[in-house]
């Protein structure tokens, strides 16, 4: 227990060692009421998306939002109609998704299949967000309780940073798999204990299991725990060689049974991910086009009580990514936490390491208020790296920040053995920086109702033989939402083309990752009408490549979607490619049913 006890410079009792101060009234009481105000507190986070979770949607990030009902009504199909867990041939039609390529949070998904299935993949959105950012501040207020802190308001403190600061409710705009991060302290702390006797079978076991569980809810929450620690523990290491003499056997003894473990059980997910159809290498952007801002870091997010939308655009690359964002006073606490530890080897090193985290999180260049410097940074030599370049760079800082809390809570507990005065300043200077983060409810919009073609299962003559459901616009990023958004809330009970994924950019001969299926005729075609409402004058030659993208995506009927962009200009290419469509249901459809189906490969 020696990193604990250098923490908060006394030996820390693990759970059962005190049974008179663990089983005291009070604290069952207060680890009851914790837990009560965290999942309040993410209630009133999510109240204007719980009030009609599958007619609203989060209006931060509507696409991801979308991305994340696709991965729950994959879930229920894998369950309810035992469609393969790894690829779905529901959207992308012809060719599919490869899920272990994309965030597909099966961990998650799986178990809240009967959730979507018989109340909407909107209430599985809204319970995984809520239970998300409940879920973990209570998780890290539980290892530090338990294992770091002696006080349960230090605890307390800091499990509602680590788990309700800008970055977590940022993310919360529509990254399912960023708010889930329960499994994060415990991954941390089972890593920690493997410097113990006695644990390098039973603990390398169950480190391995929590990491194939974090695996299946999100990799890169996993790689930016996997750097953090492995910094943390070189640091510590070189502060603390005396330690690391006495160790460092049975601690790479339990890392080597986890990683066989791990390795065992995530194999085939892995080589599926990496290898088989659908598959991709780097990111559809370049490494400094999203990176932390270095004004950040004192800002405000905008869902913080002091934020400012406005002002937080110039140093944020999204409503989802205000992943610094501690406040001027927020971030002289953080600086003040480290100074009060300094003399801990462990809070030293955890401090080297949410700093590394940071610098990683600025990209290969510095950026301040939205204008690059010129500074280079060591990002640079890094950024093309494999695994390394399959993240968006900014999403590093996510570490500072649960970093940040874990010291504020260790200062916490450390700073009732202060004179009165130094108490006075330290919690005025608290308040001071906690109350302007307290998140605001999440912004939501109202979605585009179903039509009664879709309620009323009209659609279904159509798309039988293996022929597919073609809404337009079509199913693209931050274009063709509604379709994809259809699909997911029909379960994906019909097939449909395109779709917001990621996967390789046009392959084989570019696997390069893009949100978007390869671009065909069609697609740019309908594309530029929705966005600039021109009407081309169509060729014969642009009436057969419209036809044949039509075969290729094995249409069985092809929807106008009402209102949106552009919608007349959009609905005049398709009566001249087309003809005349037919209202049924409450939409406008063109009957597909007499095109070729292409065999499948």
Not at 228 to 242: C, E, K, N, S
Not at 272 to 285: I, K, L, R, T
Not at 493 to 499: E, Q
């Amino acid at each position: 227990m020696r990193v604990a006890e250098e923490m908060t410079e006394e030996p820390v009792a693990t759970v059962g060692e005190d049974p008179a101060r663990a089983g005291s009234w009070w604290l069952r009481r207060i680890d009851l009421w914790v837990p009560a105000a965290f999942l309040a507190l993410a209630i009133v986070v999510l109240l204007p998306l719980w009030i009609d979770p599958n007619g609203r949607v989060l209006a931060s990030n509507d696409d991801d939002h979308g991305v994340f009902l696709f991965v729950l009504a994959h879930a229920e199909r894998v369950v309810f109609d035992g469609a393969a867990p790894f690829f779905t041939d529901r959207l992308n039609a012809p060719v599919g998704v490869n899920m272990m390529a994309n965030t597909s949070i099966l961990a998650l998904s799986l178990p809240l299949a009967p959730v979507t299935h018989f109340l909407g993949g909107g209430v599985s959105v809204a319970l995984l967000i809520t239970l998300g950012l409940a879920g973990t501040a209570f998780a890290w207020y539980w290892v530090l309780s338990r294992h770091l802190v002696h006080s349960r308001v230090a605890a307390a403190i800091g499990g509602a940073f680590c788990g309700f600061a800008p970055t977590m409710v940022s993310h919360a705009n529509g990254h399912v798999n960023f708010v889930n991060q329960y499994l994060v302290p415990f991954i941390v702390w089972q890593v920690l204990r493997l410097r113990e006797p006695g644990r390098v079978r039973r603990g390398g076991i169950i480190l391995g299991l929590l990491i194939v569980a974090q695996c299946f809810i999100n990799e890169e929450t996993l790689l930016f725990t996997a750097l953090t620690l492995g910094v943390f523990v070189v640091a510590y290491g070189i502060m603390r060689p005396d330690v690391v003499r006495a160790v460092w056997k049975r601690f790479l003894g339990g890392l080597g049974v986890a990683a066989a473990t791990a390795g065992a059980l995530l194999a085939y997910p892995l080589w599926y991910q990496f290898f088989a159809p659908g598959n991709y290498h780097g990111q559809p952007f370049e490494p400094d086009m999203y990176v932390t801002d270095l004004a950040s870091l004192v800002g405000f997010a905008r869902q913080s009580l002091a934020g400012n939308a406005a002002l937080t655009r110039e140093m944020s690359v999204s409503a989802t990514e205000d992943n610094t964002f501690f406040g001027p006073i927020g971030f002289v606490m953080i600086v003040v936490s480290v100074v009060m530890l300094w003399r801990s080897a462990a809070a030293r090193a955890a401090a080297i390491a949410g700093l590394v985290l940071l610098l990683m999180s600025f990209g290969p260049v510095l950026k301040v208020f939205g204008h690059d410097t010129g500074i280079p940074l060591p990002f640079g030599l890094i950024s093309h790296v494999p695994v390394i370049d399959l993240v968006s760079v900014t999403r590093f800082a996510m570490v500072p920040a649960t970093i940040a809390g874990v010291l504020l809570a260790l200062a916490v507990d450390k700073i009732g053995t202060y004179p009165a005065r130094r108490r006075r300043l330290f919690w005025i200077g608290m308040v001071l920086a906690l109350v302007p983060l307290i998140p605001k409810p999440l912004p939501v919009v109202q979605g585009d109702p179903l039509p009664a073609f879709l309620t009323e299962g009209t659609y279904k003559p159509y798309v039988t033989g293996g022929r597919t459901l073609i809404t337009v616009p079509l199913p693209e990023v931050t274009t063709g939402r509604t379709g994809m958004r259809w699909a997911t809330l029909m379960n994906l009970d019909y097939a449909t083309p395109r779709g917001y994924f990621m996967g390789p950019a046009d392959p084989p001969d570019d696997d390069t990752g893009s949100w978007n299926a390869p671009r065909r005729f069609t697609s740019d075609l309908l594309w530029r009408v929705r966005e600039y409402g021109q009407v081309p004058v169509l060729t014969d030659a642009d009436r057969a490549r419209i036809t044949a993208d039509l075969v290729y995506w094995r249409a069985g009927v092809v929807v106008l979607v009402p209102g949106g962009r552009n919608p007349a200009a959009q609905r005049a290419v398709l009566v001249d490619a087309l003809g005349e469509p037919q209202l049924v249901g409450g939409v406008e459809i063109w009957d597909m049913r007499g095109l070729p189906v292409p065999p499948k490969d």
